[in-house]
């Protein structure tokens, strides 16, 4: 253990973006910063020397996933979930809000908490604001998010404010429940695409005080432009000296436009539930490798990539494995995929510092479909975070 949770703010430049250095008892990591997912404790196919070696420096787990299964106590038992999977860095947790609203047949909110089936074998659960973080405070977490009420979309104004109301109330009832300073608690701003609401939700969680804040529930649906309109709004009320956390979200395109708007912190499935399906990222856009015109290429995914995938392998090898379902696959892919988002977070953190933005952001957009192998949009296979 090292020491507390701080952020540091190094430069801010509105419309440009953020520089920052957030520490955790766990080690800290450079903002704006892209976070792997690792619901269920495992980053898909990687293990922690797999993360350490393409600089991850952070990754999210799910505190509903992990009370499900193995179970809180399980973890607890072991050690805490950094000695369970043998990763000593910074862990963010989830609070299961997005989760049981996607996964669940069944969610009763209540102003007390929400119930729900569990997706895996039906069975009831009660989850209050409290509980969810004495669970995230029995796994471990670094960083824990509160419980929210994370809505569908479309839904009208007023079941909006509601759900932006109990939030501010389970938000409370958290902050309460947190024990000590050992672990960060961040609130998340809910309110829909309503911007009145936004803007509410913002001022409640900031009375309330929190070690960093979240836009939660949006691109679950809402048009992009809309996405980005409620982020900007949000970051620009949100306190200076504090992180901001744009949760789920998003593709190398939408980060960009998310750290212009002031955002530190992202995270989503994207890189790795693509390298599942065979689309790999590069710096001339998407790459299918399942595609026949791979078949004799031997050339590397992204000639401009220093990854363990592409020093060593072709695409041909590469679309061979994936074809063949051959497990090796997934984790070549998987590194390739993060190596890419992560060299992208630290391009656009040396643009901040050097206040090149615009110039790295044109030279991003005029790689796209150049290169040998650049796949079209149709080709490249639709992309859903
Ligand atoms: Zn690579």
């Not at 499900?68 to 963010?92: A, C, N, Q, S």
Request: hydrophobic share 35%; glycine share 12%; aromatic share 10%.
């Amino acid at each position: 253990m090292k020491g507390g949770f701080s952020f540091q703010l190094l430069k801010g430049v509105e419309g440009e973006g953020r520089l920052g250095r957030i520490a955790t008892p766990h080690g800290s990591f450079s903002t704006p910063a892209f976070m792997p997912v690792g619901s269920q404790g495992s980053v898909k196919s990687l293990d922690p020397a797999d993360l350490m070696e393409i600089g991850t420096e952070i990754f999210l787990c799910n505190a509903y996933h992990l009370y499900l299964r193995p179970g809180t106590e399980v973890v607890k038992r072991l050690g805490g979930l950094h000695r369970f999977m043998g990763w000593d860095g910074p862990i963010l947790t989830d609070s299961g809000g997005f989760q049981i609203l996607s996964l669940c047949a069944l969610r009763e909110v209540e102003s007390e908490g929400v119930r729900f089936r569990s997706h895996l074998d039906g069975s009831l659960h009660f989850l209050t604001p409290e509980k969810v973080v004495r669970i995230q405070e029995e796994l471990g977490a670094d960083i824990m998010m509160v419980l929210d009420d994370c809505p569908p979309h479309p839904i009208s104004y007023g079941e909006a404010k509601a759900a932006e109301e109990l939030t501010t109330q389970w938000a409370k009832r958290a902050k309460r429940a947190k024990s000590g300073d050992a672990h960060a608690l961040f609130g998340i701003v809910q309110g829909g695409i309503y911007s009145e609401l936004r803007r509410q939700s913002a001022h409640d969680l900031m009375e309330i005080g929190f070690d960093g804040y979240a836009i939660g529930g949006l691109s679950v649906g809402e048009e992009k432009e809309i996405t980005f309109e409620m982020t900007e709004m949000t970051t620009s009320i949100l306190p200076n000296d504090f992180p901001r956390y744009l949760m789920g979200m998003g593709t190398p395109e939408d980060i960009l436009v998310g750290v212009r708007t002031g955002v530190d912190m992202f995270d989503c499935v994207l890189p790795t539930r693509c390298a599942r399906t065979g689309i790999l990222f590069t710096s001339f856009g998407k790459l299918n490798i399942k595609n026949a015109r791979y078949s004799r290429d031997e050339d590397p995914v992204d000639p401009q990539c220093g990854c363990y995938t592409c020093c060593n392998f072709s695409r041909a090898y590469l679309r061979h494995l994936f074809l063949s379902r051959e497990l090796l696959a997934y984790r070549l892919n998987a590194i390739h995929n993060l190596f890419y988002y992560h060299s992208l977070m630290r391009d656009i953190r040396q643009a901040i510092s050097q206040d090149t933005m615009d110039q790295f952001e044109r030279e991003f957009f005029s790689q796209r479909g150049k290169g040998n192998g650049g796949d079209s949009e149709e080709e490249g296979g639709e992309i859903v975070c």
